[in-house]
C-alpha cells in the first residue's frame, strides 16, 4: 500500500535497499513525535540553542513605503546558522540519535541546511557527511568553510548539473550503501515519506508562533502568509497551522530565474508538469519524456526541479497559490529590505519578499501581510556584488 | 510459458544490461543482436534517465552520454521493434519511473508489449508503490520484475510471492557498478525466495569477473552484469561489439560449468 499520499502526490519510490531504512524512520517518528521526554529535550534545543520563539517583526517602513497593507516579517533568519533549516536539523538528528544513528548525511544547496545539519552534528556527536553541487560550493563558498568547521566533510558532487538536485542523488546513493549507522537528514518537505512530514512537523513552529505572535499583537488571524518555495520547508512551516483557516491566503514564491519563459529558471509549479522523481509524485520541471530538466536560479537554495508533494497537492487543491519571481526581483527585493529596513535577507527569501513588494500597495491599509524571511543574507553579499556588476570576494 | 521463465529453462541464466543510445542507437541495436548470438538469455535494456539514483559512475556515464546523442524513448522502443525478429534472447527494459510515468504507463507497456519486450525492472519502485505500475504490466503481458536488496530480511517472502519474471536480488548495499568482492549471503536470500515461490533468481549489483559470477550463478538462477559491459562500451564506443561479445560468451560459460 502506498504510503504518504497528498492528494495524487507523495508516495514512497525509493530502492528496495532504503525501504527497511525508510520504515525504521517512520516508526521512530511515530513513536517519538507525542514523547513528553522528546518533545521537552526538543523543545528546550529550539528555544535555549535555536533562540526560539523567532520574533514576528512589524515592518513599518516598509509599510509605509509602499503604502498599503500592513506587513510583519516573521524572522527565521535570526534563527541560530542564520535560517529556518536548523529547526528540522535539530528534530531529525535528535530523532536519529534516539535510533541509534552514529552518522548523519545531507544534501544542501544554498549551505543552510548543510551548515545547520553540520551544527546539530556537532552540537550532538554525530559524524556528519554533506553532499552539494559542485556548482553550489563555488557560490556559497563561505558556508563550505562554515560546515569544514563544524566538524563535516564536504562533498562537491561533480555529476549532472552540479547542483541540489545533483546532492540530493548522491546523498540517496551514499545512504543505499550505508544504513545501518547512517540517517539521511533530507533537509526539505521532499522526498519519499516519511520526510514531507516530519520535516512539515518539523517546521511547523513557524505558523504556529507566527498565529500566537499575530493574535497577541493584532488580535486576528494575518490576510496572506507569503514565503520562498525551493523544495518548500519555509513555506510548509509557515503555511501548516493556517490550512484550516480559510480566509487567510497562502502564497508560495517560487524561482523564475531569468523568466517563466526562459529555459533558466526553476519554477516548478509554472512550468513543472507531473512526475515521479526523488522518492515522491509531485510536479517536476522536465522534458516530454522525463527526462529533469537543468533548471537555474541565482538562489541556489531555490535552484531546484521539484516541489514538495503537499505544495503540489495545496496548488491542485487551490488552497495555496504559487506565483513566479525571477533573479532580478529577488535582487531588487534584497536591496530594498536592506535599505528600507535594515535586514538583509537570503537570497532565498528575497523571493518573497519582491512579490510582498508587488502585492502590499494594492491591498487595503487595514490588511495584514506576514512574509517568512527563512534566512539572512550574508551568504550572499559577495555574490550579489558580483550580479551587480562589483567584483568582490570572500 | 512465458519469454523470461522460458530463458531460465536452459541452464543458468546470463543476462547482460546496455544502456540504450551509448554511443548511438545504431551501435545498442547491433550490440543487441550480437549479445543474444552470444549466448544471452535475457538482455536487460537501458532507458537512460538524467539522474538515475540507483546507479554507479559507469551507468550514469553511460546515460548521460546516451541522452547527449540523442536517445529517447521512443527512438529506443523503434529500434527494438525493428530488430526484434532477429533476437533470441528475452528482453527487459530497465529505467526509472519517472520515464515510464511521464510517457503514460499503460501507452509505456503497450510499447514494451508491441516491442517484444517481456519485462520491466523499476528500481526506484519498491512493492509497495507497485500498483502504479502493475495493472498496466498486466493489461499489456509484461512482467514486473521484484528487486530484494541484502536489507530486505522479512520483506524479501512478502515481495517473493507476489512475483512475477524473475526475482532481482541486489547483491550488495549501494548503487550499480564493479565490485572486488561481495559480502551478502546471497544463497540465504534465494532460499527465502524460494520458500515462498518458484520464480527464478538473479543476482545483479557489482559482479564483473567469471569467478563472481560462477559463484553468484552457483546459490541462483542466473547473473546479471552491467557495469562492466558499459565499461568496455565507454572504452571502445562503437568498436564494442566484439569486445563486449567476447566478455558475454566468457561469462556465460563460466556460470554453466
Same mark, same amino acid.
Request: with cysteine.
Given at each position: 500500500?502506498?504510503?504518504?499520499?497528498?492528494?495524487?502526490?507523495?508516495?514512497?519510490?525509493?530502492?528496495?535497499?532504503?525501504?527497511?531504512?525508510?520504515?525504521?524512520?517512520?516508526?521512530?517518528?511515530?513513536?517519538?513525535?507525542?514523547?513528553?521526554?522528546?518533545?521537552?529535550?526538543?523543545?528546550?534545543?529550539?528555544?535555549?540553542?535555536?533562540?526560539?520563539?523567532?520574533?514576528?517583526?512589524?515592518?513599518?517602513?516598509?509599510?509605509?513605503?509602499?503604502?498599503?497593507?500592513?506587513?510583519?516579517?516573521?524572522?527565521?533568519?535570526?534563527?541560530?546558522?542564520?535560517?529556518?533549516?536548523?529547526?528540522?536539523?535539530?528534530?531529525?538528528?535528535?530523532?536519529?540519535?534516539?535510533?541509534?544513528?552514529?552518522?548523519?548525511?545531507?544534501?544542501?544547496?544554498?549551505?543552510?541546511?548543510?551548515?545547520?545539519?553540520?551544527?546539530?552534528?556537532?552540537?550532538?556527536?554525530?559524524?556528519?557527511?554533506?553532499?552539494?553541487?559542485?556548482?553550489?560550493?563555488?557560490?556559497?563558498?563561505?558556508?563550505?568553510?562554515?560546515?569544514?568547521?563544524?566538524?563535516?566533510?564536504?562533498?562537491?558532487?561533480?555529476?549532472?548539473?552540479?547542483?541540489?538536485?545533483?546532492?540530493?542523488?548522491?546523498?540517496?546513493?551514499?545512504?543505499?550503501?550505508?544504513?545501518?549507522?547512517?540517517?539521511?537528514?533530507?533537509?526539505?518537505?521532499?522526498?519519499?515519506?516519511?520526510?514531507?512530514?516530519?520535516?512539515?512537523?518539523?517546521?511547523?513552529?513557524?505558523?504556529?508562533?507566527?498565529?500566537?505572535?499575530?493574535?497577541?499583537?493584532?488580535?486576528?488571524?494575518?490576510?496572506?502568509?507569503?514565503?520562498?518555495?525551493?523544495?518548500?520547508?519555509?513555506?510548509?512551516?509557515?503555511?501548516?497551522?493556517?490550512?484550516?483557516?480559510?480566509?487567510?491566503?497562502?502564497?508560495?514564491?517560487?524561482?523564475?530565474?531569468?523568466?517563466?519563459?526562459?529555459?533558466?529558471?526553476?519554477?516548478?509549479?509554472?512550468?513543472?508538469?507531473?512526475?515521479?522523481?526523488?522518492?515522491?509524485?509531485?510536479?517536476?520541471?522536465?522534458?516530454?519524456?522525463?527526462?529533469?530538466?537543468?533548471?537555474?536560479?541565482?538562489?541556489?537554495?531555490?535552484?531546484?526541479?521539484?516541489?514538495?508533494?503537499?505544495?503540489?497537492?495545496?496548488?491542485?487543491?487551490?488552497?495555496?497559490?504559487?506565483?513566479?519571481?525571477?533573479?532580478?526581483?529577488?535582487?531588487?527585493?534584497?536591496?530594498?529590505?536592506?535599505?528600507?529596513?535594515?535586514?538583509?535577507?537570503?537570497?532565498?527569501?528575497?523571493?518573497?519578499?519582491?512579490?510582498?513588494?508587488?502585492?502590499?500597495?494594492?491591498?487595503?491599509?487595514?490588511?495584514?501581510?506576514?512574509?517568512?524571511?527563512?534566512?539572512?543574507?550574508?551568504?550572499?553579499?559577495?555574490?550579489?556584488?558580483?550580479?551587480?556588476?562589483?567584483?568582490?570576494?570572500? | 510459458?512465458?519469454?523470461?521463465?522460458?530463458?531460465?529453462?536452459?541452464?543458468?541464466?546470463?543476462?547482460?544490461?546496455?544502456?540504450?543510445?551509448?554511443?548511438?542507437?545504431?551501435?545498442?541495436?547491433?550490440?543487441?543482436?550480437?549479445?543474444?548470438?552470444?549466448?544471452?538469455?535475457?538482455?536487460?535494456?537501458?532507458?537512460?534517465?538524467?539522474?538515475?539514483?540507483?546507479?554507479?559512475?559507469?551507468?550514469?556515464?553511460?546515460?548521460?552520454?546516451?541522452?547527449?546523442?540523442?536517445?529517447? +524513448?521512443?527512438? @529506443?522502443?523503434? $529500434? &527494438? !521493434?525493428?530488430? =526484434?525478429?532477429?533476437?533470441?534472447?528475452?528482453? /527487459? %527494459?530497465?529505467?526509472?519511473?519517472?520515464?515510464?510515468?511521464?510517457?503514460?504507463?499503460?501507452?509505456?507497456?503497450?510499447?514494451?508489449?508491441?516491442?517484444?519486450?517481456?519485462?520491466?525492472?523499476?528500481?526506484?519502485?519498491?512493492?509497495?508503490?507497485?500498483?502504479?505500475?502493475?495493472?498496466?504490466?498486466?493489461?499489456?503481458?509484461?512482467?514486473?520484475?521484484?528487486?530484494?536488496?541484502?536489507?530486505?530480511?522479512?520483506?524479501?517472502?512478502?515481495?517473493?510471492?507476489?512475483?512475477?519474471?524473475?526475482?532481482?536480488?541486489?547483491?550488495?548495499?549501494?548503487?550499480?557498478?564493479?565490485?572486488?568482492?561481495? +559480502?551478502?549471503? @546471497?544463497?540465504? $536470500? &534465494? !532460499?527465502?525466495? =524460494?520458500?515462498?515461490?518458484?520464480?527464478?533468481? /538473479? %543476482?545483479?549489483?557489482?559482479?564483473?569477473?567469471?569467478?563472481?559470477?560462477?559463484?553468484?550463478?552457483?546459490?541462483?538462477?542466473?547473473?546479471?552484469?552491467?557495469?562492466?559491459?558499459?565499461?568496455?562500451?565507454?572504452?571502445?564506443?562503437?568498436?564494442?561489439?566484439?569486445?563486449?561479445?567476447?566478455?558475454?560468451?566468457?561469462?556465460?560459460?563460466?556460470?554453466?560449468?
Amino acid at each position: 500500500m502506498s504510503k504518504g499520499k497528498f492528494g495524487i502526490h507523495g508516495g514512497q519510490f525509493v530502492p528496495e535497499t532504503l525501504m527497511n531504512v525508510i520504515n525504521e524512520f517512520e516508526e521512530a517518528y511515530n513513536k517519538y513525535k507525542n514523547d513528553p521526554e522528546f518533545t521537552a529535550e526538543l523543545d528546550a534545543l529550539m528555544c535555549e540553542y535555536a533562540g526560539r520563539p523567532s520574533r514576528l517583526y512589524y515592518a513599518e517602513k516598509m509599510t509605509k513605503d509602499l503604502g498599503g497593507a500592513k506587513i510583519y516579517l516573521k524572522r527565521e533568519d535570526l534563527n541560530h546558522t542564520g535560517s529556518h533549516k536548523l529547526n528540522n536539523c535539530l528534530g531529525q538528528c535528535l530523532l536519529a540519535k534516539k535510533m541509534g544513528k552514529t552518522r548523519v548525511i545531507a544534501e544542501t544547496g544554498a549551505g543552510q541546511h548543510g551548515v545547520a545539519t553540520a551544527t546539530v552534528a556537532a552540537l550532538l556527536g554525530l559524524e556528519c557527511e554533506i553532499f552539494m553541487g559542485k556548482e553550489d560550493t563555488i557560490r556559497q563558498a563561505l558556508n563550505v568553510y562554515r560546515m569544514k568547521l563544524l566538524g563535516a566533510k564536504v562533498n562537491a558532487v561533480e555529476t549532472g548539473t552540479m547542483t541540489l538536485k545533483d546532492a540530493v542523488n548522491e546523498a540517496m546513493r551514499e545512504w543505499t550503501c550505508r544504513v545501518s549507522d547512517t540517517h539521511y537528514v533530507l533537509g526539505s518537505v521532499m522526498g519519499p515519506h516519511p520526510f514531507p512530514t516530519v520535516v512539515r512537523d518539523f517546521q511547523s513552529v513557524i505558523g504556529k508562533e507566527i498565529k500566537a505572535q499575530l493574535m497577541e499583537k493584532e488580535g486576528r488571524l494575518p490576510d496572506v502568509v507569503m514565503a520562498c518555495v525551493g523544495g518548500g520547508s519555509n513555506a510548509m512551516g509557515a503555511f501548516y497551522e493556517f490550512i484550516g483557516d480559510e480566509s487567510v491566503r497562502l502564497i508560495g514564491c517560487e524561482a523564475a530565474g531569468l523568466g517563466v519563459d526562459n529555459p533558466k529558471n526553476a519554477a516548478t509549479i509554472a512550468n513543472g508538469t507531473p512526475g515521479i522523481f526523488h522518492g515522491m509524485k509531485s510536479y517536476f520541471c522536465q522534458n516530454e519524456y522525463g527526462q529533469i530538466a537543468p533548471v537555474y536560479s541565482i538562489s541556489a537554495g531555490l535552484d531546484y526541479p521539484g516541489i514538495g508533494p503537499e505544495h503540489a497537492n495545496l496548488s491542485d487543491t487551490g488552497r495555496a497559490e504559487y506565483v513566479p519571481v525571477t533573479d532580478e526581483e529577488a535582487v531588487s527585493a534584497f536591496e530594498y529590505l536592506s535599505r528600507t529596513e535594515g535586514i538583509i535577507p537570503a537570497i532565498e527569501s528575497s523571493h518573497a519578499v519582491a512579490h510582498c513588494i508587488k502585492i502590499a500597495p494594492a491591498l487595503d491599509r487595514d490588511k495584514i501581510i506576514v512574509v517568512n524571511l527563512s534566512g539572512r543574507g550574508d551568504k550572499d553579499v559577495a555574490a550579489i556584488a558580483r550580479y551587480r556588476g562589483e567584483d568582490i570576494y570572500e | 510459458m512465458s519469454k523470461i521463465k522460458e530463458a531460465f529453462g536452459k541452464g543458468k541464466a546470463f543476462i547482460p544490461f546496455v544502456t540504450a543510445g551509448d554511443p548511438d542507437l545504431d551501435t545498442t541495436a547491433r550490440l543487441l543482436v550480437a549479445m543474444s548470438e552470444s549466448g544471452a538469455d535475457i538482455i536487460e535494456i537501458g532507458i537512460p534517465f538524467s539522474d538515475p539514483i540507483a546507479e554507479g559512475v559507469v551507468i550514469q556515464e553511460a546515460d548521460l552520454r546516451a541522452l547527449a546523442s540523442g536517445t529517447t +524513448t521512443d527512438k @529506443i522502443f523503434d $529500434m &527494438v !521493434e525493428k530488430i =526484434r525478429p532477429q533476437i533470441k534472447s528475452a528482453l /527487459a %527494459v530497465m529505467t526509472y519511473m519517472n520515464p515510464i510515468f511521464v510517457y503514460g504507463t499503460d501507452r509505456f507497456m503497450r510499447r514494451c508489449s508491441e516491442c517484444g519486450i517481456s519485462a520491466v525492472i523499476v528500481p526506484d519502485t519498491p512493492f509497495e508503490e507497485k500498483q502504479e505500475l502493475e495493472p498496466y504490466c498486466s493489461k499489456h503481458g509484461v512482467e514486473l520484475v521484484s528487486l530484494i536488496a541484502p536489507t530486505s530480511h522479512e520483506r524479501i517472502k512478502t515481495i517473493a510471492k507476489e512475483s512475477q519474471g524473475f526475482v532481482y536480488c541486489v547483491s550488495s548495499m549501494g548503487v550499480t557498478g564493479v565490485r572486488s568482492e561481495i +559480502t551478502t549471503d @546471497i544463497g540465504e $536470500m &534465494v !532460499e527465502l525466495v =524460494r520458500s515462498v515461490s518458484d520464480t527464478p533468481c /538473479a %543476482v545483479g549489483f557489482g559482479i564483473s569477473t567469471p569467478e563472481q559470477a560462477k559463484k553468484m550463478a552457483a546459490v541462483s538462477d542466473g547473473v546479471i552484469v552491467g557495469s562492466a559491459i558499459m565499461k568496455l562500451v565507454a572504452k571502445y564506443g562503437k568498436d564494442c561489439i566484439e569486445p563486449v561479445c567476447e566478455y558475454v560468451k566468457e561469462m556465460k560459460s563460466a556460470i554453466n560449468f
